[in-house]
């Protein structure tokens, strides 16, 4: 069955048998038998105007979707325009391939040109990393990437390809398994520790679930929601476990950590039995982590066993997929039965604490008659998306309100940098997700800074005529940035106002699609109304009060705890 | 105290790299590394001695654990193991102290593997600290040259080695149904 093919049209075939239907790239000198094959093949290259966002864009299709994003850029230049992405997906867990082309083998190592150590560079970059010297093993290493990067802990997976390699012909025969023997996935959790999590549970006074990406990239929302019928136990998700359980189930508080929402973070201080769920104990999670969740029990379920006791050691471990693991417990807790717990007093009155740091401190976005305000913004969207809408974000003062204020149906519709916090994700990512879910709604909510760092990426986003409508909640300040000089190092502002924005309308003219700029309230919801109405592409420019912070706010080193809910007064404006 | 990691790993370009990279990325510095084949010549035995702070020796081990290239990574710090490591030596000698020095050479085990009227190559083998010892007492004969080779350690307790099964390529089925 074998047949004569390049190394370039086995290289599309292996990608076929993966599913791949689209990938994001930017074409050079050693990819271009690679580009030669893509000319008349059946799978859909987009292409970006930078190689980082042809990660992002890849991560952005994944997040969206759950499967395999890929992105291909070719040697030196390209491969290093790359790595801000690879290490986006893999701080984020994203399953993400990257090609990369390779100066020729016999070159390798002589400072060719266009020449870098890609395998080198993004060693630390990735999950894992190929370089493919033999034809007769590009088959078998792309089938290897794929896996790798969607089992177990998803991450991304670069494979460097010489030019050669490309161009040699050789006998295609289909890879039917790969042998990694030292790559362990884990997914079933050990029955005896599960046991004693359910036990656990069944003992709490004060539980509460803390979700997070896990979650989503296990795809355990329908486990998730059994246990919280089951148990109707409080559960705060983490920026990057948004959605997890819809926003407006009712054992759903909000966001917790350095921006979380008041009700979450006591919670987490003064649970007796914390359920930490596919999350990783980050500092802007855990605030100081000696003050962390000081009561709590922790259960701690993680398909990564370096997760366990990274950062605070659970009193059950519990290694394995969370699907399987919470649809097993579910099953111990249901054999349980229907008993009213000697705890059920305490559960009530927990849940009543909940209640009422809930109206003590809620999130409700500022609005005011004369500016638009930045919170407000984030709410107009969420009026228009109702929970179900995809919306990418990049990383900032933006991203928290959105945390805060936006409202997710299901899994997959929240699109953010999170680890990484990597400004320029979110028109990029907008654009893969559109291309993975062409029925959605799909927003591009970003600040003034990262849109200027993706800005090239409107020539795609015409190019592909996707309807995203790119929200650009400008300030006129690298504003996060802004709110810590105005903090802690004495208002002094330092490079961080950005001047010379240019006008929305003419930059979206000039890419042939249409934008807007508004600063007045009362013209907000009618503009994103227009935004979405638009058939095609749309910039929406929207000019928000310039010295608004995201409040509640833990200081770094704080306890979470410790909150500071609103600016300290007076504000200082600066001059 | 030094941490002694064993690894069982894929003889595999860029494996080395892997390993060394989860300690420089934590800013630790290795203070012996050796690798060799093993009985299956597709795979290395390695050891590491390192100085990690006790909190991140778990971490350090179980990272190496996720490595891909890596079949078995194991903490002997602690545990029923025995280490081993050989210094050369190269010893210039005066007439007067040749004997003395055979002597102590021969209190440590070693072996001389070469001599000449200049001085002696002596091979010692045995636990770093012994190796330690050897070395200060030679110093105190004259000008020396060491090469020590680098921990190697061996478990004492039989550990399970669990290897992965072969996984089917997405589509592998429907390729099988193909009458070929």
Redesign the interface.
Known sequence: ?ATLMSGAKMLLECLG???VECFFGYPGGVTLPLYDAVYDHPIRHVLVRHEQNACFAAEGYARATGKVGVCCATSGPGATNLVTGLVDALMDSIPVVALTGQVSTKLIGSDAFQEADT??IT??CT???Y?VKKLEDLPEVI?EA???ASSGRPGPVLVDIPKDVFQAQGHYT????????????YTEGHTGQIRRAAQLIAEAERPLVYGGGGLIASGATPELREFADLTDIPAVLTLMGLGALPSNHPDFISMPGMHGSYAANMAMTHCDLLIALGVRFDDRVTGRLAAFAPHAKVIHVDI???EI??NRVPDVPIVGDLKRVLGRLNKVLEEAGPRVPAVAPARQAWWKKIRAWKEENPLTPPVSDTEIKPQHLVAEIDRLSGGNAIIATDVGQHQMWAAQFLRFNEPRLWLTSGGLGSMGFGLPAAIGAQLARPDKLVFALVGDGGFQMSLPELSTLANCALPVKVVVLNNGYLGMVRQWQELFYNNRLSAVQLDAFPDAEKLAAAYGFKGRTVARPDELGAALEAAVREPGPYLLNVKVSPFESVYPMVPAGAAISEMVLAPPQPVAVPK | MLQIISLL??NK??SL??IT?VLS?RGYNIESLTVARTLDPQLSRMTIAVDVDAALR??VV??M????????ATDLTESPAVSREMVLVRIRTTQESRTAVLKEAEIFRGRVVDSSTDGFAIEVTGDPEKLDEFVDVMRSYGEIDVTRSGVVAVSLEARKL???????????EK??E?P?
């Open positions: 069955m048998r993966e599913g395998f080198g060693r630390s999950k894992h990393n370089l089938h794929f896996y790798i289909p890879v039917t398994s790969i042998h990694l023997p030292g790559y362990k996935v990564d066993p370096a006791g990274k | 790993v894929e370009p860029g790299m892997r990279g990325a778990q971490q179980k990272q654990n996720k490595l891909v290239n890596v079949l078995q669990r290897l992965q099964p072969p996984v089917p390529t997405r589509g592998a390729l099988e193909v070929g």
